[in-house]
């Protein structure tokens, strides 16, 4: 561990090292952990003296305040991977410290179907779980079948089945609670040399193939990291809009009424059907349906805001490529990439009257 009272912050100490948007000052303590024993040892220690825990994994969902973390920064490094034949198809279990992209692209040249469209996504697998990472029609709780996690209230490692989870759009219950620390997913993979039914529109078309279709797995991912590259959300291709989390913000859910007053304002707005609230379990017992929502592209409200690709406020700016990523520019600082997102959210909020919500987790800061 390093500390910051002591001889100075290591190196390692210093979260923007951690972060793909490259800001975060130091923390008091950091630690890796490689096995479930390790962690649960980092976590008892941090316990005993006090000291908030922040779970990190690859950093590309994070944004890590200019001050850093006071506290224990439990750094995920678990490795292994084993498949388990079942039925036609595969259990893949994965721990939560494998990168996912060389997960994805070891199931696509294995011939198991499942994660394709999820290719081109930077972060750990363990991470995956916690915001029900999706992309271009697949989201990993299509194929989650059970989560190992540390549980820090009973101390005790627990396997939670996907009922469980809570899984929602861009959420579940490890997002929702700091409780359970992820150590494992196990994912329910088909064996094919086809990708599953396509259910975006846009990766179908570049297949030439129509949603609901199926392509080659190998050219579905190829397409995919495609369709992510010329958006600018593939991490590691360099140049200004690379310091990226992403999304900044998630694409609002409205309720009806919501959504009728958003369409007074703005008839041409595009919108999907969203989840019905709560799904069935909504309903009211009597046959009522749950309420219908509708789900909005938060880049489309963005842009009709006046936020244009490449738009710099001080030391961040919109990537070049999409508009919804926020990037941090040369010498930027997590303060500048706030106040960015602050101005883009009020810009939406005042003249559509809908609130943006982000989608990095705010360490430290918040909007
Ligand atoms: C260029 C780019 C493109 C992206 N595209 C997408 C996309 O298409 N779809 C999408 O859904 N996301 C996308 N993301 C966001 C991000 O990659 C995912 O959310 C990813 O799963 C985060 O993984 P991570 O390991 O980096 O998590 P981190 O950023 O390290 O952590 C994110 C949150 O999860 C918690 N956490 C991490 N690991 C664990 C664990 N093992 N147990 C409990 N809590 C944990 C952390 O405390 C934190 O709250 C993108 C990001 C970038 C930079």
Not at 156 to 161: D, R
Not at 238 to 263: H, I, K, T, Y
Not at 338 to 361: K, M, N, Q, T, Y
């Amino acid at each position: 561990m390093t500390d910051r009272a002591g001889a100075g912050v290591a190196p390692q100490a210093r979260l923007s090292d951690w972060t793909t948007l490259g800001v975060g000052g130091p923390a008091d303590a950091f630690v890796e952990v490689s096995d479930v024993a390790s962690l649960a040892d980092a976590l008892a220690e941090a316990e005993a003296r006090d000291s908030p825990v922040l779970v990190l994994g690859g950093g590309s969902n994070v944004v890590v305040a200019d001050d850093g973390f006071p506290g224990t920064v439990v750094r995920i490094a678990m490795k292994g991977l084993r498949l388990e034949s079942q039925g036609g198809g595969v259990l893949a279990h994965v721990s939560a410290g494998e990168d996912w992209c060389s997960f994805v692209g070891y199931c696509v040249a294995e011939g198991l179907a499942g994660t394709e469209c999820l290719s081109g996504i930077p972060g750990l697998a363990g991470a995956t779980a916690v915001q029900n990472v999706g992309a271009y029609g697949q989201e990993v709780s299509d194929t989650i079948v059970s989560v190992t996690v540390w549980d820090r209230l009973d101390r005790s490692a627990l396997e939670m089945a996907p009922a469980d989870c809570n899984f929602g759009y861009r959420t579940s219950i490890f997002r929702a609670t700091s409780r359970y620390v992820v150590t494992n997913v196990t994912f329910s993979l088909q064996r094919s040399q086809l990708s599953l039914p396509l259910r975006y529109t846009e990766l179908a078309e570049r297949l030439g193939t129509k949603l609901g279709g199926r392509a080659a797995l190998n050219e579905t991912a190829q397409a995919v990291i495609e369709l992510r590259m010329s958006k600018g959300m593939v991490l590691g291709t360099g140049g200004p809009d690379s310091r990226s989390a992403g999304s900044f913000f998630v694409n609002p859910v409205l309720d009806e009424v919501q959504m009728n007053e958003l369409l007074r304002l703005a008839p041409d707005v595009p919108r999907f059907p969203g989840s019905r609230a709560g799904g069935a379990a909504a309903a009211d017992g009597a046959g009522t349906p749950a309420p219908m929502s509708w789900k909005v592209p938060a880049a489309w409200l963005v842009e009709r805001a006046g936020f244009t690709r490449g738009y710099r406020n001080g030391g961040a700016a919109i990537s070049s490529k999409h508009t919804l990523a926020l990037t941090v520019c040369d010498g930027g600082t997590a303060r500048d990439l706030l106040a960015l997102a602050r101005e883009v959210r009020d810009g939406v909020r005042e003249l559509f009257g809908v609130c943006l919500v982000p989608e990095p987790v705010l360490v430290g800061a918040h909007l």
